[in-house]
């Protein structure tokens, strides 16, 4: 979807409201129904986030590194499958069919831990955890793809906020759902709402590609009912050859490092717990606390300081923040300031990293915006997975504890801070760019 406007003037941070409501002609919609769609999808997850992290943390933390192992091999079996399907068929098809694979994933989980034994149910609990893993990023990444896809750069900047606060409600939601009901209905009911929920994502899909269509260009109209077409490898091969692609992928690969660190701690902490239902609830109760904060940033602060301090401040504020704590937790290693980092990496992260990452994407080909950020979003990003787990894993081996992985995690911080103001900076050049080009 075009935006042919001047862009506004950034709002206050007191214009928090109006901000919600600062939409162009034929915009409302099509933000309502993808609202609606990264909602579905995050609430869905968020309702099996903790499961899958229980499921974890009761076949062993000793057994983690092997799990994240498992992930990244299920992630490249399944990339190649996703790129065919994107190669030829229309966008709107191919994301019905990757969810409604998924959701048949579900239901065969769902069966597998009713009637399991308890000794099958460790092993089925961990091909559990490989699987959400693999899950977890492949539809957040369609929907981002999608929404590049729709969205042009100003829009992006305007509107990627509000849509990820969707996301973020729907975290609360399954944060929620999970905590509160898990001990009277059980998991795997729980899954249940999960599948129904991903139907509602698969709806949104067919409603958003109608009214998006309305509003593009003819041109852009034509190219959206058509597959995107290329290479299965044409993700692999455009990352490799492109600088700024290269960048997108250190920076998630950084993340990724960093995020695992602190999850095995995060896991070391909860094995501690001896009730399953109460390490669930554990999990669940810091997926609430990140949502709610990171939900006030969205609707109040994030398309104000991204119009106001540009994409390469809103994009380093995350690995600064990394800096920050890591260091923090180095000093002092307990499990209070070791969830402080947590929640406020991730809410960092939700609130301005993610949907100023999006925003890297909306100038890329429309092949790019498909098979390369699925590429580094899925691969890359489980990638970094192995690299943290197996790292962290040989420091607490070693005997150095919370305050070693922290130690490691800061100089790697200070590498992803350098790399995200490059980034950030090349991003404003090339929106710069545009427009000159476009009145040469």
Do not use: C
């Amino acid at each position: 979807m075009a935006s042919d406007a001047a862009a506004p003037a950034p709002a206050s941070p007191g214009g928090g409201l109006r901000r919600l409501v600062d939409l162009r002609p034929g915009e409302g919609a099509a933000v309502a129904w993808a609202w609606i769609f990264v909602f579905s999808i995050f609430l869905s997850y968020s309702v099996m986030r903790p499961i899958r992290d229980e499921l974890g943390v009761a076949g062993g933390v000793r057994n983690l590194p092997w799990l994240f192992t498992g992930t990244l091999v299920a992630m490249l079996a399944v990339q190649p499958l996703y790129a065919m399907l994107v190669r030829r068929l229309p966008r709107e098809r191919f994301i019905a069919i990757t969810y409604r694979f998924f959701m048949a994933n579900i239901l065969v989980f769902l069966l597998l831990l009713e009637f399991s034994s308890p000794a099958q149910h460790v092993w089925i609990g961990r091909a559990f955890f490989i699987w959400v893993s693999v899950f977890n990023l492949f539809v957040v990444s369609v929907f981002w793809s999608f929404v590049v896809d729709l969205f042009d750069t100003d829009q992006g900047k305007r509107l990627f906020g509000l849509m990820a606060a969707g996301a973020t409600v729907g975290a609360i939601a399954g944060a929620s759902i999970t905590s509160g009901l898990v001990q009277v209905i059980g998991q795997n009911w729980l899954l249940v709402v999960s599948i129904v929920l991903l139907e509602v994502g698969v709806l949104a899909v067919r409603r958003l590609a109608r009214i998006g269509a309305v509003f593009q260009r003819p041109m852009e109209r034509e190219k959206a009912e058509q597959a995107v077409g290329g290479g299965v490898l044409t993700g692999l091969t455009h990352t490799l050859r492109s600088p700024y692609l290269l960048a997108i992928a250190a920076f998630i690969l950084l993340y990724s490092i960093t995020s695992t660190f602190l999850y095995t701690q995060q896991a070391i902490a909860a094995e501690g717990i001896p009730n399953r239902a109460e390490r669930t609830a554990f999990f669940a109760n810091i997926d609430l606390a990140v949502n709610v904060l990171t939900l006030v940033f969205q609707l109040f602060l994030t398309g104000w300081l991204m119009g106001a301090l540009g994409v390469a401040v809103t994009l380093s504020a995350l690995p600064l923040f990394s800096v920050l704590g890591f260091a923090a937790l180095a000093a002092v290693p307990s499990v209070a300031v070791l969830v402080a980092v947590q929640v406020s990496r991730r809410v960092s992260n939700f609130a301005l990293a993610r949907p100023t990452r999006e925003v890297l994407f909306t100038s890329l080909p429309r092949e790019d915006k498909y098979k390369s950020k699925n590429f580094i979003d899925t691969v890359v990003y489980r990638t970094g997975d192995q690299v943290g787990i197996w790292t962290a894993s040989a420091i607490t081996w070693a005997g150095l504890g919370m305050a070693g992985v922290a130690l490691w995690a800061v100089p790697i911080s200070v590498v992803w801070l350098g790399v995200s103001i490059w980034l950030g900076r090349r991003q404003e050049q090339t929106a710069r760019a545009a427009p000159a080009a476009g009145r040469a």
